[in-house]
């Protein structure tokens, strides 16, 4: 049976791997944080890297995109919820709204899928 030696995203980061012989062993690694693997078989190399990338980045990417979801709707909510109460909140209410407002959206900004 033939070997795919396709190498899945990194794990960690989503980047492009690459495999190249080193010495005594294969090394595959993420060309973008440098996380790898390696063994003296090549295809047992690549065999590591790809049994170890593919669940938890397609996990992670499933996750990280589910709370982009979330924190664009809990911003929408908090949008709508001020549209209703206009200049009726009081400035401690403001206050507690507008700090759940800037961590959502540092969430937001912290989540960027690849
Ligand atoms: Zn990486």
């Given at each position: 049976m033939p070997v795919d030696t396709?190498?899945?995203?990194?794990?960690?980061?989503?980047?492009?791997?690459s495999s190249y012989w080193h010495v005594?062993?294969?090394v595959v690694a993420c060309e973008t944080c440098t996380a790898g693997v390696t063994d003296a078989a090549p295809v047992k190399a690549i065999a590591a890297w790809n049994r170890r990338a593919a669940p938890a980045a397609d996990d992670l990417r499933a996750?990280?995109?589910r709370l982009r979801t979330d924190c664009a709707s809990l911003l929408a909510?908090?949008?709508a919820?001020?549209?209703?109460t206009g200049e009726d909140l009081e400035a401690e209410d403001r206050a507690i709204v507008d700090q759940i407002?800037?961590?959502?959206r540092d969430t937001q900004e912290a989540s960027h899928v690849r």
């Amino acid at each position: 049976m033939p070997v795919d030696t396709t190498l899945k995203p990194c794990p960690f980061c989503g980047g492009v791997a690459s495999s190249y012989w080193h010495v005594t062993h294969q090394v595959v690694a993420c060309e973008t944080c440098t996380a790898g693997v390696t063994d003296a078989a090549p295809v047992k190399a690549i065999a590591a890297w790809n049994r170890r990338a593919a669940p938890a980045a397609d996990d992670l990417r499933a996750e990280n995109e589910r709370l982009r979801t979330d924190c664009a709707s809990l911003l929408a909510q908090i949008d709508a919820l001020q549209v209703n109460t206009g200049e009726d909140l009081e400035a401690e209410d403001r206050a507690i709204v507008d700090q759940i407002r800037a961590d959502l959206r540092d969430t937001q900004e912290a989540s960027h899928v690849r």
